[in-house]
């Protein structure tokens, strides 16, 4: 986990999408915490992704996301990852959210 290309995801903060300004510090490694100095506030490594508050091996996310993405059926990967099927189907609604989010940012429509 390197700090300087992570920046404060905290909205309407001073230091929010700052990257490589050293005020991003490991507060926990174990629980993949950070601290921002500006802000003074803790937050997770994986908040603002399809990753954040998810307990499962990011990996395992992520092959099940590219799997649905060239059409595997969702009953293939629950049986293939042991996986419930609503836990599928909830991955699948983060990653389109994510990744209309991202779109949506990156073109600076909403």
């Not at 996310?61 to 599928?88: H, N, S, W």
């Not at 389109?96 to 779109?103: D, F, L």
Request: aromatic fraction near 8%; glycine fraction near 8%; hydrophobic fraction near 40%.
């Amino acid at each position: 986990m390197n700090p300087q290309e992570i920046f404060c995801p905290m909205i309407a903060r001073p230091a929010r999408g700052q990257t490589g300004k050293g005020n991003i510090h490991i507060h926990s490694l174990q629980d993949k915490r950070c601290i921002c100095d500006v802000c003074g506030q803790t937050f997770t490594t994986t908040k603002g992704t399809l990753f954040y508050r998810l307990r499962t091996n990011p990996e395992i996310v992520m092959c099940v996301i590219v799997l649905l993405a060239y059409g595997c059926p969702i009953q293939a990967i629950v049986k293939a990852f042991l996986l419930d099927e609503r836990t599928v189907r909830d991955w699948q609604k983060r990653a389109g959210q994510w990744r209309h989010g991202a779109i949506s940012k990156s073109m600076n429509i909403w």
